[in-house]
């Protein structure tokens, strides 16, 4: 996948200091790259706010064009999600050449 | 991850009652005693487990507990179904048959999504319990198909049923649809018979959807049959959807006809919230959306409708963009009226409804697939300041998480 136009990229829902995120991120062995919220004052994160987050896990695919292609407000359903992937790199690929 | 453990265990707990003081009874112990003693056995194995998966550090330590230490409810199930063979009839038996078909469960292999990233097997082990749902064994189906069978035969009546039915709701064989209807017919409690023909539809819901995925596309049938079994994906390969929507149309408006008025608006609500989260439950939402007298019942059936037209909409990323469109509609219009008409109209666990509409039309028009991603600008782990847009050109995968 590391050659491929893809990236995973996380948003850190609880508002840590970058430090604080770098530390959970090294426990729990995630080696992807994550925004970390900012809290907004009333108990919400700045992104998690913008993007109406009800919980997670919550997964958003957006294509090589910056539109949403599909969204996952549960559990994510690996197939649907492989095949999403699959199709959307695949244009981006054919747009690239 | 822990209330989930939590909910099994007050479950497991509640139907475990200690062990008779066997150790001062020279008698052999009475088959009620053996079953509850097998029961504390059952319940003692899954707080060890509990315990150990808890404390494991690592998602690889913890998926390990998962595969050595999970009792695995079929065996508890197989000596239970045992003792009631020998001694059908008395009232533990009807006990243990509620454990057994309460407490199936489908340990199954662990298969992560997305091996390459650490982040999905956790992901997956957590909601999951390690657990996913399949086909159960060769071994396990008999224990079921027994389990019912006695239940049918001695203890159709029993007032005690209701949950029994409501789990029947998400199971797919033909025997767990004849217990159903013959608690339509003989049981004299009303609240049972409720569960059992809300269970029902759900089970025709679940059936229809199948049916029709499968003519829309054949190479669903790889998928049917290693969820439930090459029996049942022939069976609903032959079967025809419009005789098969007319037997649910009538289903329907007997449930909400003659058993949902018994049932209070709040747990109608709550049967609605549950539907979103069960595929293709359109038919029966828009049955109640229609149908049900009342307000508070159809501002909340109307809601949900929108949502899972919202995401059914969402879902043909894979398919044509002009159905896709005409669906989006519709569900726009309807959370329009969900937010206007129904405001006041309570959800089970989302607040009122027209706070909740407000909040999907916001997503319906900014959120959902077709639209521009909202820019997120901010730091990464490192301090780093970054932005979405600079991944432009590339297929993003955007994961909002939490460790917690």
Same mark, same amino acid.
């Given at each position: 996948?590391?050659?491929?136009?893809?990236?995973?990229?996380?948003?850190?829902?609880?508002?840590?200091?970058?430090?604080?995120?770098?530390?959970?991120?090294?426990?729990?062995?995630?080696?992807?790259?994550?925004?970390?919220?900012?809290?907004?004052?009333?108990?919400?994160?700045?992104?998690?706010?913008?993007?109406?987050?009800?919980?997670?896990?919550?997964?958003?695919?957006?294509?090589?064009?910056?539109?949403?292609?599909?969204?996952?407000?549960?559990?994510?359903?690996?197939?649907?999600?492989?095949?999403?992937?699959?199709?959307?790199?695949?244009?981006?690929?054919?747009?690239?050449? | 991850?822990?209330?989930?453990?939590?909910?099994?265990?007050?479950?497991?707990?509640?139907?475990?009652?200690?062990?008779?003081?066997?150790?001062?009874?020279?008698?052999?112990?009475?088959?009620?005693?053996?079953?509850?003693?097998? $029961?504390?056995?059952?319940?003692?194995?899954?707080?060890?487990?509990?315990?150990?998966?808890?404390?494991?550090?690592?998602?690889?330590?913890?998926?390990?507990?998962?595969?050595?230490?999970?009792?695995?409810?079929?065996?508890?199930?197989?000596?239970?179904? +045992?003792?009631?063979?020998?001694?059908?009839? +008395?009232?533990?038996? +009807?006990?243990?048959?509620?454990?057994? #078909?309460?407490?199936?469960?489908?340990?199954?292999?662990?298969?992560?999504?997305?091996? @390459?990233?650490?982040?999905?097997?956790?992901?997956?082990? #957590?909601?999951?319990?390690?657990?996913?749902?399949?086909?159960?064994?060769?071994? +396990?189906?008999?224990?079921?198909?027994?389990?019912?069978?006695? $239940? $049918?035969?001695?203890?159709?009546?029993?007032?005690?049923l209701g949950r029994v039915a409501e789990m029947l709701g998400s199971s797919?064989?033909?025997?767990s649809a004849a217990l159903l209807r013959a608690i339509l017919d003989k049981n004299p409690s009303k609240e049972v018979k409720v569960r059992a023909c809300v269970a029902l539809a759900l089970q025709m819901q679940a059936r229809l959807a199948i049916v029709k995925?499968?003519?829309?596309?054949?190479?669903?049938?790889?998928?049917?049959?290693?969820?439930?079994?090459?029996?049942?994906?022939?069976?609903?390969?032959?079967?025809?959807p419009t005789p098969l929507e007319a037997e649910a149309e009538m289903l329907f408006a007997e449930l909400i006809e003659h058993y949902l008025p018994d049932m209070k608006p709040a747990s109608v609500a709550l049967l609605c919230q549950q539907l979103y989260y069960t595929d293709d439950s359109e038919m029966l939402l828009r049955a109640l959306y229609t149908m049900d007298k009342r307000d508070e019942v159809r501002g909340v059936a109307c809601l949900v409708l929108g949502q899972v037209l919202?995401?059914n909409?969402?879902?043909?990323? #894979?398919?044509?963009?002009?159905?896709?469109?005409?669906? @989006?509609?519709e569900s726009?219009k309807l959370l329009?009226e969900a937010?206007?008409k129904y405001?006041e109209a309570k959800t089970a666990f989302d607040?009122?409804v027209?706070?909740k509409a407000?909040?999907? $039309?916001?997503? *319906?028009? @900014?959120?959902?697939?077709?639209?521009?991603?909202?820019?997120?600008?901010?730091?990464?782990?490192?301090?780093?300041?970054?932005?979405?847009?600079?991944?432009?050109?590339?297929?993003? *995968? #955007?994961?909002?998480?939490?460790?917690?």
């Amino acid at each position: 996948m590391q050659a491929k136009p893809f990236a995973l990229i996380g948003v850190n829902i609880n508002c840590h200091e970058p430090r604080q995120l770098k530390e959970v991120m090294e426990k729990e062995q995630l080696n992807f790259r994550s925004f970390t919220d900012t809290a907004d004052g009333e108990g919400l994160g700045v992104i998690s706010s913008a993007w109406n987050l009800m919980g997670t896990p919550t997964l958003f695919v957006i294509d090589h064009k910056g539109r949403i292609r599909y969204s996952r407000r549960a559990v994510p359903d690996q197939q649907v999600v492989d095949e999403v992937l699959q199709k959307l790199i695949q244009e981006a690929e054919g747009d690239g050449k | 991850m822990d209330r989930m453990v939590g909910g099994i265990l007050v479950l497991v707990q509640c139907m475990s009652v200690a062990a008779a003081d066997e150790a001062q009874d020279k008698r052999p112990p009475t088959p009620e005693q053996q079953c509850k003693a097998l $029961l504390k056995e059952y319940d003692d194995a899954f707080q060890a487990y509990t315990r150990t998966y808890r404390e494991a550090k690592t998602a690889q330590e913890k998926q390990q507990v998962i595969h050595e230490k999970y009792p695995r409810p079929d065996k508890c199930a197989s000596k239970l179904l +045992e003792l009631v063979e020998k001694n059908p009839g +008395e009232a533990f038996a +009807e006990e243990a048959l509620i454990w057994i #078909l309460t407490n199936e469960d489908r340990l199954r292999r662990i298969e992560p999504w997305y091996a @390459h990233e650490t982040r999905y097997e956790k992901i997956w082990i #957590l909601t999951s319990g390690g657990r996913q749902m399949g086909v159960l064994s060769k071994e +396990e189906q008999d224990i079921r198909s027994m389990a019912i069978d006695m $239940l $049918l035969r001695d203890h159709v009546a029993s007032p005690n049923l209701g949950r029994v039915a409501e789990m029947l709701g998400s199971s797919h064989d033909k025997k767990s649809a004849a217990l159903l209807r013959a608690i339509l017919d003989k049981n004299p409690s009303k609240e049972v018979k409720v569960r059992a023909c809300v269970a029902l539809a759900l089970q025709m819901q679940a059936r229809l959807a199948i049916v029709k995925q499968l003519r829309a596309d054949p190479q669903a049938a790889k998928s049917v049959e290693q969820s439930y079994g090459k029996e049942y994906l022939e069976e609903l390969q032959r079967a025809v959807p419009t005789p098969l929507e007319a037997e649910a149309e009538m289903l329907f408006a007997e449930l909400i006809e003659h058993y949902l008025p018994d049932m209070k608006p709040a747990s109608v609500a709550l049967l609605c919230q549950q539907l979103y989260y069960t595929d293709d439950s359109e038919m029966l939402l828009r049955a109640l959306y229609t149908m049900d007298k009342r307000d508070e019942v159809r501002g909340v059936a109307c809601l949900v409708l929108g949502q899972v037209l919202m995401r059914n909409a969402d879902r043909q990323v #894979l398919g044509d963009a002009k159905i896709a469109e005409k669906i @989006h509609a519709e569900s726009e219009k309807l959370l329009e009226e969900a937010a206007n008409k129904y405001a006041e109209a309570k959800t089970a666990f989302d607040g009122p409804v027209g706070r909740k509409a407000r909040s999907e $039309l916001f997503d *319906l028009r @900014h959120l959902s697939v077709g639209m521009a991603a909202p820019e997120v600008d901010g730091v990464d782990q490192d301090g780093k300041q970054f932005k979405l847009s600079d991944y432009r050109g590339k297929v993003v *995968l #955007l994961d909002f998480w939490s460790e917690h």
